[in-house]
């Protein structure tokens, strides 16, 4: 996804940042990075200047991929009103991109395969929007025609953003 969000970066002069990593998780390989892509775009849509960050953290048996950017950020009571087919903030930045459907097709997506979407925002700073996946226990074993891979290191994500250096 960094090569071909590469050119989105670079033509609105913001920095895209991409953190690898090494996990291995069990779902639907299209179907996540279809959700990963959405919320990729999405941040790319709503920031104007700064940055946009995908990464990974480990958290309590799950793998959490997130999208971190420097954009317009959401208010609070709107957080789940923006997964409703076609709804839109009331704000500029977002109206004049039509028809909202991507975060209705992540969450759907997400309740499909049974990985938890979450939102966290701050209007005027950003936003994170998270796809929480459970991790394989180590008695499940790794079969190549069920598995997706996400490359993650959990340490790597959370230095980048306490940092701040993404």
Same mark, same amino acid.
């Given at each position: 996804m960094r090569d071909e969000f590469a050119y989105h970066a670079q033509a609105k002069g913001l920095l895209l940042r991409v953190v690898p990593c090494s996990l291995t998780i069990h779902s639907d390989p299209r179907l996540v990075e279809g959700m990963i892509r959405n919320l990729v775009s999405n941040a790319f849509k709503y920031t104007q200047r700064g940055k946009v960050l995908l990464g990974c953290r480990r958290r309590k048996g799950m793998l959490s991929i997130e999208v971190w950017d420097t954009g317009i950020g959401i208010p609070e009571d709107q957080h789940e009103a923006i997964f409703d087919e076609y709804h839109?903030? +009331?704000?500029?930045? $977002?109206?004049? &991109?039509? /028809?909202?459907? !991507?975060?209705?097709?992540?969450?759907?997506?997400?309740?499909?395969? +049974?990985?938890?979407? $979450?939102?966290? &925002?701050? /209007?005027?700073? !950003?936003?994170?929007?998270?796809?929480?996946?459970?991790?394989?226990?180590?008695?499940m074993p790794v079969s190549a025609g069920i598995g997706s891979v996400a490359r993650c290191m959990g340490e790597t994500i959370s230095s980048v953003i306490q940092g701040r250096s993404w």
């Open positions: 839109q903030v +009331d704000n500029a930045a $977002r109206s004049e &991109s039509g /028809p909202r459907l !991507g975060l209705s097709i992540v969450l759907r997506l997400g309740v499909l395969l +049974d990985h938890r979407v $979450r939102v966290r &925002s701050w /209007p005027g700073k !950003g936003s994170v929007f998270s796809i929480d996946i459970a991790l394989p226990s180590a008695e």
